[in-house]
């Protein structure tokens, strides 16, 4: 089994910066790729990130391309989201997710998913 566990969120102001972590355990963790996808309130969750675990290959949201970057610690088994020029509308619960899947946009994707972190964005 593989467990994530994000951290990282909180409350900052337009402008201000973030990062998130989600660290990943477990015996059987070796995905293909891990990705960061955001939900808002009566939204559907939406694709923010994703890196290719072996090769760090990225892709990133025409949404947040430009202020997010994506990055990976394999070491540490650890990736990051640093978030920049935050906007109000930014403001969701985050969640990590790792798969062994070739797409990357789809949330069912993923097979492994954290508990999500929130962030909120004050205007």
């Known amino acids: 089994q593989v467990q994530l566990v994000e951290s990282g969120g909180g409350l900052v102001q337009a402008g201000g910066s973030l990062r998130l972590s989600c660290v990943a355990s477990?015996?059987?963790?070796?995905?293909?790729?891990m990705g960061w996808f955001r939900q808002a309130p009566g939204k559907e969750r939406e694709f923010v990130a994703t890196?290719?675990?072996?090769?760090?290959?990225?892709t990133i949201a025409d949404s947040v391309k430009g202020r997010f970057t994506i990055s990976r610690d394999r070491d540490k088994n650890t990736v990051y989201l640093q978030m920049a020029s935050l906007k109000p509308e930014d403001t969701a619960v985050y969640y990590c997710?790792?798969?062994?899947?070739?797409?990357?946009?789809?949330?069912?994707?993923?097979?492994?998913w954290g508990q999500g972190t929130q962030v909120t964005v004050s205007s």
């Open positions: 997710a790792a798969g062994r899947s070739l797409a990357w946009g789809s949330p069912n994707s993923y097979a492994y």
């Open positions: 477990g015996r059987t963790f070796n995905p293909y790729r």
């Open positions: 890196i290719t675990w072996s090769g760090g290959s990225i």
